[in-house]
């Protein structure tokens, strides 16, 4: 209760300053005095006009090579994680999955017996170079 008090107080204190100011609020406002302007000192070597004809066309042709550049390394980039399926094979067929009349191509035995010997040789590999634990 006590500090409600305090600041309707302070409140009625301040109130009357701001109301002081307004003598008379009819009468004109007096005329500010006039600035004099800065005197603005030249630029050395004449006047600067911007960037010249020459000059936006080479950022022009930065900005165009930049894009170009940008689309080439996305369209490498998602060339190289396509999926296999469709691809053109290094002989220039299709490497598809199935052949002509819709049958699945049968995997060589060979490639397999060669990936299943490469796969046992990494696995004794890291069998043998697993620490020793005690």
């Known amino acids: 209760m006590r500090s409600a008090l305090i600041a309707v107080l302070v ?3 301040v109130a009357p300053a701001g109301a002081a100011a307004q003598s008379a609020p009819f009468q004109p406002l007096p005329q500010a005095p006039p600035t004099a302007p800065e005197p603005v000192a ?3 070597g004449g006047v600067d006009e911007g960037i010249t004809a020459l000059q936006q066309g080479f950022l022009i042709l930065a900005g165009v090579v930049l894009v170009l550049g940008i689309g080439v ?29 819709g ?18 040789r990494a696995r004794q590999a890291r069998k043998k170079n697993r620490p020793v634990r005690k």
């Open 11 to 13: 409140a009625l204190l």
């Open 42 to 44: 030249p630029a050395p």
């Open 73 to 101: 390394a996305i369209a490498r980039d998602a060339r190289r994680h396509a999926p296999v399926e469709g691809r053109a094979a290094p002989g220039g067929a299709l490497a598809t999955a199935a052949t002509a009349d």
């Open 103 to 120: 049958e699945r191509r049968r995997p060589d035995p060979r490639a397999a017996q060669k990936q299943k010997a490469a796969a046992k």
